[in-house]
């Protein structure tokens, strides 16, 4: 159903509205209290986790086991990273489509694990002998996985962007305090040693006074893309109702599902499971962003884009150009899919811009380009481990030691709204200013934006 006031306003650039939830209108008003949990509330223990046990540190001699829920590429990629880790142990492998399923397994026996095989994530949940979970589902499932894992005495793992819709990363922050559980996202550059140092370039003022901050992604693809194919019956083994789970029921289409084997999983291109192109890479270019600065939120942000190259079904924009005003100074996103400039190293990247140089950071470099006469030195620092396995290495000693991780929850749900932004700004078209302190915009014609409506028996509640 389309809402009204969207309809008028944005014709057809919606073909989904996300809808109001009266009952999730509590969540945006919380502030900084809620969302923002201090120090002291962070590192207090609830009187749940104080009666249970499950926030006591594991000792260095014991095993962690984890489960891993969603195994496809992303999630067996998790479960290599972890399994390579001392002392983690792979206690089950979870997915709704069995092929998967299998594949995960068959994995984790070669890594000389012997997980369970669950198809339905609640009973890893119930399961006692599991003490963390890893969560590689479809986005539309991140949040309430994560909360009721949190609620389960269960620290978490979970594949960014930590949400679909604003309203929803309050929540998972509140569950992570209220529960005290480490929660660690997916945006693993954190832990990159030269994303790092790319950072504390930016923090040192090195680079003089930076006013515009760059970053983006490129691809060439065939112009018909994922194709049309049309609805029809789910594959054998495949729980669909399931793998839909609090989003809007659909019949089954191959493109929908787009979990397959060596793909990219198109799921991703679909407003009731993600948020396209920005929410699935710009969110790592643009929370490294956010990092080199200390993790602000802007003030605004104005997107423009649409699909203007491929002619499948695919919903999100092919082509688009975020603009967000930080306190100090301007950033930009901005993706194509038909052009990648000769195929040169610069696919996928950030540049930010000072009067004393310009410091260019991707996955595999961080280069200094001093300004004519500036009397900075030229440099250049390649990526000499591979972050993702260091993350995974500081999650599991975050799990010992009850410290934060790199990536805590909360700084991960704060750049996935800053990427959701960017989108309801774009499939609104209208600036939208965000207010930090209140946890909401400040067009109260577009609140209802922010939040995403769970289809029964589904509820996301801390």
């Known amino acids: 159903m389309i809402h009204p006031e969207i309809r008028g306003r944005a014709g057809s650039l919606l073909p989904m509205a996300i809808p109001f939830n009266g009952d999730n209108v509590k969540h ?19 009187a749940w986790a104080a009666q249970s046990g499950a926030s006591a540190p594991v000792s260095a001699n014991d095993k962690i086991s984890v489960a891993f829920v969603g195994v496809g590429v992303m999630g067996s990629e998790n479960l290599k990273a972890a399994a390579a880790q001392p002392g983690v142990a792979v206690g089950a492998v979870c997915d709704v ?11 984790a026996r070669r890594l000389g694990q012997q997980p369970k095989t669950v198809r339905d994530f609640r009973e890893v949940l119930a399961d006692k002998s599991i003490d963390a979970v890893c969560i590689s589902t479809p986005d539309h499932w991140h949040p309430y996985i994560t909360v009721e894992a949190c609620k389960a005495g269960k620290d978490v793992y979970v594949e960014k962007p930590a949400c679909v819709a604003v309203s929803e990363g309050a929540v998972m922050v509140e569950a992570a305090r209220k529960y005290n559980r480490v929660v660690q996202a997916g945006t693993w550059q ?34 018909t893309g994922i ?33 397959y084997p060596q793909k990219y999983s198109y799921f991703r291109w679909f407003w009731d499971y993600a948020g396209g192109q920005i929410t699935d890479s710009g969110i790592h270019m643009l ?81 200094l380009t ?12 390649k990526r000499v481990e591979d972050p993702h396995p260091l993350h995974w290495a500081n999650f ?67």
């Open 97 to 107: 489509f069995q092929p998967n399923l299998e594949r995960a397994e068959a994995l």
């Open 396 to 462: 599991v000693d975050c799990v010992r030691t009850r410290k934060r991780p790199n990536s805590d929850i909360e700084t991960c749900v704060r750049s996935s709204i800053t990427c959701i932004l960017g989108n309801l700004s774009l499939r609104a078209k209208m600036r939208l200013d965000w207010d930090d302190a209140r946890h909401t915009v400040e067009q109260e014609s577009a609140r209802y934006l922010l939040h995403r409506e769970y289809r029964a028996p589904w509820k996301l509640e801390a």
């Open 287 to 367: 929370d490294i962003v956010q990092m080199a600065f200390g993790d602000p939120m802007p003030h605004g942000v104005v997107a423009l884009g649409g699909k203007y190259w491929l002619t499948d079904d695919s919903e999100t924009p092919d082509t688009m150009q975020a603009s967000y005003e930080y306190p100090g100074f301007l950033g930009s996103w901005e993706h194509r899919s038909n052009n990648t400039e000769l195929g040169t190293s610069r696919l996928m990247g950030i540049t930010f811009h000072g009067p004393r140089g310009t410091l260019y950071v991707d996955r595999a470099v961080t280069r």
């Open 28 to 46: 945006m008003d919380l502030g900084r209290r809620t969302f923002l949990a201090s120090a002291t509330a962070a590192a207090s223990t609830s």
């Open 190 to 223: 954190r832990s990159g040693q030269h994303f790092q140092k790319a950072c504390d370039i930016v923090k040192s003022g090195e680079l003089g006074k930076i006013s515009f901050v760059r970053a983006w992604i490129y691809s060439n693809q065939p112009q």
């Open 227 to 259: 194709g049309n194919p049309p609805d029809q019956a789910p594959p054998g083994g495949l729980d669909w109702d399931l793998w839909q789970g609090p989003a809007p029921e659909h019949a089954f289409n191959p493109n929908r599902f787009g979990v």
């Open 370 to 381: 001093p300004e004519k006469g500036s009397d900075l030195a030229a440099f250049e620092m």
